[in-house]
Structure formats: C-alpha cells, structure tokens
C-alpha cells in the first residue's frame, strides 16, 4: 500500500513563508504526476501545484509566483515552498501521486495564515 505522509505545515503570519513536504513509500517516479491539493471548510479541494516525472510544472493562478513545487527523487519527497503566505492561502494541504491506475491521497496537513 502506498503511503504519503505530509509535513511542515503550522501557524504563520500573513507574509511569512512554509515549505511542506511530501514522503512516499515508493519511488515517485512511478508515479505522473505528484501534486498538492488544498481544502478548506464548505470547499472543493482543489490544485494547488503539480510536477510531472520529467520536471514540468503548473500552478494555480492563485499561487503563482509565490509557491514553488519541486521533487527529490533520491528521497521520494515532493516539496512546496510557500513564500508571500496570504490569509486566504489558510487550508489543508494534501499531497497526490497519481498512478496509471490510482490515485493515492495523504492525510494532509494544517496550513494557518494569520492577518
């Protein structure tokens, strides 16, 4: 069963930057592409930023210029770099590896913006 633990998130202001973390169980090159979700209360999920097996990369317009999203494949760890954090960029965050055939989901992980 493959496992996605996320990690990083917390409290900071609005300004203040995080970076969040993406553990697989497996080797993330299985997997085309890894992403980052967010959610909150009420609210569809919805992409944040994803990165394809070769590198390629797509953001929501919201998160543009101020959110990065990158990958170690020596650590099966899918990184997003949060900097210029909004009040409004306040959810869960969720980590996907989407398989040729499944999507994995990880538990998520609290991201709280105070103005």
């Known amino acids: 069963q493959v496992q996605l633990v996320e990690s990083g998130g917390g409290l900071v202001q609005a300004g203040g930057s995080l970076r969040l973390s993406c553990a697989v169980s497996e080797t993330i090159t299985s997997f085309n592409p890894m992403a980052w979700y967010r959610q909150t209360p009420g609210k569809q999920r919805e992409l944040v930023a994803a990165?394809?097996?070769?590198?390629?990369?797509n953001y929501a317009d919201s998160v543009k210029g101020r959110f990065t999203i990158s990958r170690d494949n020596t650590k099966n760890t899918v990184y997003l770099q949060m900097n210029s954090l909004k009040p409004e960029d306040t959810a869960v965050y969720y980590c996907?590896?989407?398989?040729?055939?499944?999507?994995?989901w990880g538990r998520g992980t609290q991201v709280t913006v105070s103005s």
């Open positions: 990165i394809t097996r070769f590198g390629s990369t």
């Open positions: 996907k590896a989407t398989s040729r055939f499944y999507d994995y």
